[in-house]
């Protein structure tokens, strides 16, 4: 009994140690038996924290349940503006990263040929003094590729790159960049703007999934629930357009579905009937420029090409031109095109048409904060400069690569081929708290905190209606032998001195936060100390001000000319459009790691815990394929092999693929599960932004003979929206 009682009191004293916050700012208390526990503990009361969620860019603030030293439950902040206590369940899943079984647990240095998952732990003294060393011997040719980022570490990591001359390139792959570079065009800014739809009374979205991963979905649904219910006597109407049934045209009162890649030709037809029937607000000077942008194509030819009839045109142009507060969303497979950019344009030209452009319910750019420090978010990469940084390494002038939060071996389609980069450079190092694709080819790995014990913050000027600095803290003691990205930048930075030092003079990244928030809070005026406005602004979750005045913008809109969108493949061998999406949970695969998210059902579908290929009712009877079935899917660029799902919500000449699945590695839960669609996708771009068109591949689709069928939810009737009958039942 007595052994017992001394396990149990030393196990308790160390879950009471690690509770101590530095949230707090206090001094680390040695570790002591639970019979003196630390102050913040009280046996079986949970506290609370404050932190900012990092599972996305959208930087939603959270609210973190510790009991006796341990995270228990994330949910939303109710102060925090971004998502007012809202949390989607990739932030409630942020748990399953902390405490996943597959963590790497300290610094790696590989054994034996890249790629075979052979490493053998080292003390952060050898894996520092290698890479500082490596830092040194490929001076001036070093990159990172990395996750998008903001706030004190994007600043570090940039300075860091700079006083190397290196390169940092982020890159995301949901589309924002074609989004930005439409805004440059249009508005002369690449700034996004705040979309004030709790405000609005009437959307008209082409394919933007804003309640399932764009932007700031958690933000979006908040308003959302505002635009149909927020105010008495109002409820929104709320128009999709897009060639696949997504969860957000499942909640519209309208979905239009129409052929892939048409989405600019509708918004032509539908901005030609406003101008055709005098129902824009347009000056006398935009007036013949717009006219001439609308009128290139008549409305029977957009008819036929988009299957989408005149008379929704002239319904949809209508309903814009009546409501008080019209707004026009563009984005996802709309996105997702060679066209991308020029259907953005023809998006935001609506906007324009329908005065929708810096007023109540519409499109609002905030005046640029007065701050002094730099807010700014480097900007993002396209996948057309990660190729550019592919012919870097195979020419020599970059040899040594950085990895982090970013695993391009799995996200890019290997068409291409990025693993250029891997075989040419001399070093590679990543930063990565799991093995996955592209961590398994490191030479050095020096694995980071969990978000959950890290300092950090977010910064927001994009999508929200006044700049937000969120903090982020905390909230338990490191699980194991890790540390913090911005520690080891500045211990870097430390031993290779000179210039370099001087520049980022703090000795660990909680410093240098701390340093550049009191510059934030000593600008604002209050008779409070500098550290207590520290203090609650970490309790609060953030700063930001009640009100900011919004900028005037003054469309620059280009003569735009429509372009078809081109697919790789040709039709009589290839005779369906490939459109991989990003899933619910998982996104484009750093989910997969988490049972959670593995396990949450897609809404529509229902399937989870693997891969399925969509295909419309009629396209699947006319290749005799039933639901189930297993089949080869294949472009000019490489097959996959999944089962069917006939889901009568996706256009006949098109199949729908969830990204997610398909991991090499990434532990295992993720590691040989399903199949990853950018192994179809060509090399195919938007034609001015650079982004990958996912759209952009045809494939072919053929039953494999003798593959099992699997069993699947039965469904049978009648399909309104294409016409025809759906016969999938019985099994």
């Not at 959670?596 to 295909?615: A, C, H, K, R």
Request: hydrophobic fraction near 35%; include cysteine; proline fraction near 8%.
């Amino acid at each position: 009994m007595d052994l017992y009682r001394r396990t149990l009191f030393k196990i308790l004293g160390l879950t009471a140690a690690g509770s101590s916050l530095p949230g707090c700012e206090r001094e680390v208390h040695n570790l002591v038996p639970y019979l003196l526990p630390d102050e913040d503990i009280v046996p079986g009361v949970a506290n609370w924290y404050a932190s900012t969620c990092q599972e996305c860019e959208a930087g939603c603030g959270t609210m973190v349940r510790v009991m006796e030293g341990r995270a228990k439950k994330i949910e939303g902040n109710p102060k925090h503006p971004v998502n007012e206590g809202k949390l989607c369940a990739r932030g409630q899943a942020a748990l399953q990263g902390l405490y996943n079984p597959d963590r790497l647990q300290g610094p790696l240095r590989r054994e034996g040929k890249r790629g075979q998952g052979q490493f053998r732990p080292i003390t952060w003294e050898e894996g520092l003094a290698e890479w500082v060393e490596q830092l040194g011997t490929h001076a001036g040719k070093s990159a990172m590729v990395a996750r998008p980022m903001s706030g004190t570490l994007a600043s570090l990591l940039t300075t860091m790159m700079d006083s190397l001359s290196g390169r940092l390139v982020m890159y995301e792959s949901t589309g924002e960049q074609t989004l930005r570079t439409a805004n440059h065009l249009s508005f002369g800014t690449h700034a996004l703007p705040y979309y004030d739809l709790a405000n609005a009374d009437y959307l008209l979205s082409f394919g933007a999934p804003f309640l399932e991963h764009w932007l700031s979905p958690v933000s979006f649904g908040v308003a959302y629930g505002k635009f149909r219910q927020g105010r008495p006597l109002v409820r929104g109407r709320f128009i999709q357009v897009e060639p696949r049934l997504s969860l957000t045209a499942s909640n519209a009162d309208q979905w239009i579905p129409l052929r892939p890649g048409t989405e600019g030709l509708l918004a032509m037809g539908i901005g030609q009937v406003l101008l055709r029937d005098g129902l824009t607000g347009l000056s006398s000077f935009h007036r013949p420029s717009f006219h001439h942008t609308f009128s290139a194509f008549s409305l029977e030819d957009i008819s036929a090409n988009t299957e989408v009839s005149q008379e929704v045109m002239t319904q949809v142009a209508h309903e814009l031109a009546s409501a008080n507060a019209p707004l026009v969303l563009g984005g996802g497979p709309a996105a997702a095109q060679t066209n991308g950019t020029s259907t953005l344009i023809l998006i935001n030209a609506l906007n324009v048409m329908i005065g929708a452009i810096g007023r109540r319910g519409g499109l609002q750019w905030m005046e640029p904060p007065d701050s002094p420090v730099d807010l700014a978010r480097p900007g993002l990469a396209s996948e057309r400069t990660l190729l550019d940084l592919a012919r870097e390494f195979e020419q020599g002038s970059r040899t040594l690569l950085h990895l982090y939060r970013a695993d391009p071996l799995f996200t890019l389609p290997p068409s291409l081929k990025f693993e250029r980069v891997f075989d040419h450079a001399q070093f590679i190092v990543s930063f990565s708290s799991f093995l996955d694709d592209s961590t398994l080819m490191a030479d050095l790995i020096l694995p980071d905190h969990d978000p959950l014990e890290s300092w950090g913050d977010v910064v927001q000027q994009d999508t929200t209606p006044v700049p937000i600095w969120s903090a982020s803290q905390p909230v338990v003691r490191a699980l194991y032998d890790t540390r913090p990205i911005g520690d080891v930048w500045l211990e870097a930075a430390h031993r290779l001195g000179g210039s370099l030092r001087e520049r980022v003079p703090w000795n660990t990244h909680h410093d240098m936060l701390k340093s550049r928030w009191q510059t934030v809070l000593t600008k604002h005026d209050s008779p409070q100390s500098v550290d207590t406005r520290w203090r609650e602004t970490l309790q609060k979750g953030g700063l930001w001000p009640s009100n900011i005045p919004m900028r005037q913008m003054n469309p620059v809109l280009p003569s735009v000319t429509y372009e078809p969108p081109q697919f790789l493949g040709n039709s009589s061998d290839y005779p369906l459009y490939c459109y991989p999406y990003p899933s619910l949970g998982l996104h484009d695969g750093r989910g997969a790691n988490r049972p959670w998210l593995q396990e949450l059902p897609d809404p529509l579908t229902t399937g989870m815990w693997g891969s399925w290929i969509e295909l419309n009712p009629t396209t699947a009877q006319a290749l005799g394929i039933h639901p189930g079935d297993r089949v080869r899917v294949t472009s000019d660029y490489g097959s996959i092999e999944a089962s069917v799902m006939v889901f009568p919500g996706l256009h006949p000449d098109m199949i729908a693929v969830p990204m997610g699945q398909g991991h090499r590695a990434y532990g295992r839960y993720a590691q040989g599960r399903g199949m990853n669609p950018m192994v179809l996708l060509g090399p195919s771009f938007d034609q001015q932004s650079g982004s990958l068109a996912t759209g952009g591949t045809r494939v072919r689709v053929e039953r494999i003979k003798g593959g099992s069928r699997l069993p699947m939810l039965e469904q049978s009737g009648k399909n309104p929206v294409f016409g025809r009958i759906q016969e999938t039942g019985g099994l």
